[in-house]
């Protein structure tokens, strides 16, 4: 059953240096609260798994956690470039990462054969790109009709970490809106942790709500807001302007640096 | 009306290739604002899919994401990003699909991965996303992009994607569609005021142009006041 903890307790006790940890929430619902949590607890030489790594994970790496990037569209959305995952990869600030990148189809299926305890899931894609030779797929013949189609490897993070509406005492927890890759993550990682925006006494049902039971997660830490600049629907609503302003501040390296330990370090140093 | 620039004529001509679709997959942008357009002025009834699993969404305002809480709150439908591409895009339940890209050749390959060289690359871009898989399975592909010798290049730096499905490149001086034989990218229509040269110079390979090539019809002031009227919302 999931214990309800601080988000400090719950990150020093979840996340290691070195994991591969997987922050997920598909432009809604991002856990940011969480990653600048593991900033603070000066995490380090990281696994990132995240489809869009989004603002979090240009800050993550800009901080320098990331020893590793596992992806499918790395921009900020309707905005252009994340100037940090840039940097990273083409100087190697602060340091070089090693990346490894997808099509949505791809990570999604990933992660679906994760939370199955299979090796590998089947699609239909990649074939023709220059992705083949850049990532980890194999062509793999149906055994029925001979059909040539795509494996493509499960993913397995250490931890997954993702943010919801609400919990209820016993960490059983409920998201509704866009909900994403968050519960194929979830019961793909080996620890997860959820942070919410509330606990409440009992979990009313919601339209297109995704419930998931208390014993498949190991904490719940309330983080109100914690999803913020993203949103959590009926909450918090997506600062978009924030959005656009994240262009100007993560442009220059020292502007994101002093943004960073003012906004994210509270004078912690990593 | 002050008359309609060139990117406001690209959002009309894609918005009217719309007209007699029943669902459409976008992404944001230029996109996003004709497939809104559309149902404002020609389609009401038009589906309008986003990657991030809504369906039917009914956006009163241009979004900045994908994933935008109005999306949701408007949609028919809301469903995880593994059911959006595979019980969804993947058997080709959407009919036409708007893309963009960095770069696209001759054969409507895109490139939205890199410049340069991939291990040491000159522009990160931002990668994959649902392109490949949504422009192979969904029936019409339509790509809109700029038209500048940067995006229309003789050769990608890396094939995203693929463009076998592509059936119109709108771009802010004319259109260009496949040609029936040989699959090449051809110029079949010139906005207004534009001439065939001009799209040429624009073209960073030797474009092959349709025996008779057709002049957009400008926006008439219903699309056009309607486009200003969503933007300024």
Redesign the interface.
């Known amino acids: 059953m999931a214990e309800i903890v601080p988000l400090r307790d719950a990150v020093a006790g979840l996340v290691h240096d070195g994991d591969s940890v997987a922050l997920e929430g598909f432009t809604h619902l991002i856990p940011f609260a969480a990653g600048h949590e593991i900033l603070r607890r000066g995490r380090r030489d990281l696994e990132l798994i995240r489809m869009t790594p989004d603002l979090l994970y240009d800050q993550m790496i800009g901080m320098g956690a990331a020893r590793r990037l596992v992806f499918s569209y790395g921009g900020n959305p309707g905005v252009g470039s994340l100037h940090r995952f840039r940097d990273a990869i083409e100087n190697g600030w602060p340091h070089p990462i090693e990346i490894e990148e997808h099509s949505h189809a791809g990570m999604a299926n990933r992660y679906t054969a994760g939370a199955a305890d299979l090796p590998f899931a089947v699609m239909r894609g990649y074939a023709g790109t220059d992705l083949v030779e850049h990532t980890r797929v194999r062509p793999i013949a149906c055994p029925f009709t001979g059909e040539e189609l795509m494996a493509v490897p499960a993913l397995r993070p250490d931890v997954a970490i993702v943010h919801a509406q609400e919990a209820d005492h016993d960490g059983n927890v409920q998201l509704w809106g866009i909900p994403g890759v968050q519960k194929e993550a979830v019961l793909a990682a080996s620890r997860s942790l959820v942070t919410v925006e509330r606990v409440v006494d009992e979990l009313e049902p919601r339209p297109g709500g995704v419930v998931m039971p208390g014993w498949v997660i190991d904490a719940v830490s309330e983080a109100p807001g914690g999803s913020q600049p993203s949103y959590s629907l009926g909450i918090t609503r997506r600062d978009n302007d924030f959005y656009r302003e994240w262009d100007a501040i993560s442009r220059d390296r020292d502007r994101f640096g002093a943004w960073m330990d003012e906004h994210v370090m509270n004078g912690v140093r990593a | 009306m002050s008359p309609a620039d060139s990117g406001e004529v690209q959002t009309v001509v894609a918005a009217r290739r719309l007209r007699e679709a029943r669902s459409v997959f976008i992404g944001?942008?230029r996109p996003s604002t004709a497939a809104i357009l559309c149902r404002m002025v020609h389609n009401p009834e038009l589906v309008l899919v986003y990657?991030?699993?809504?369906i039917g969404a009914k956006p009163h305002r241009i979004?900045?994401?994908?994933?935008?809480?109005e999306?949701?709150?408007t949609a028919d439908a809301?469903?995880?990003?593994?059911e959006?591409?595979?019980y969804w895009?993947?058997p080709g339940r959407i009919e036409v699909a708007f893309l963009g890209a960095a770069q696209i050749d001759r054969h409507a390959n895109l490139n939205s991965?890199v410049i340069g060289d991939?291990d040491n690359?000159?522009?990160?871009?931002?990668?994959?996303?649902?392109?490949?898989?949504i422009a192979?399975?969904c029936g019409e592909v339509v790509v809109v992009a700029p038209h500048s010798p940067r995006t229309f290049v003789e050769k990608l730096d890396?094939?995203?994607?693929?463009g076998?499905g592509s059936t119109a490149v709108i771009t802010d001086l004319g259109v260009l569609e496949p040609d029936a034989d040989s699959r090449e990218l051809t110029l079949v229509q010139t906005h207004e005021g534009v001439s065939i040269d001009q799209v040429k110079e624009a073209t960073g390979w030797d474009l092959a142009v349709a025996d008779e090539v057709a002049v957009t019809e400008p926006p008439t002031d219903g699309e056009l006041s309607a486009l200003r009227e969503l933007v300024s919302r």
């Open positions: 944001v942008g990657e991030s699993g809504t979004p900045l994401s994908i994933g935008d809480g999306l949701a709150e809301v469903v995880s990003v593994p959006m591409f595979n895009i993947g991965t991939y690359p000159k522009t990160r871009l931002p990668g994959a996303g649902g392109a490949p898989e192979a399975s890396f094939v995203t994607t693929v076998h």
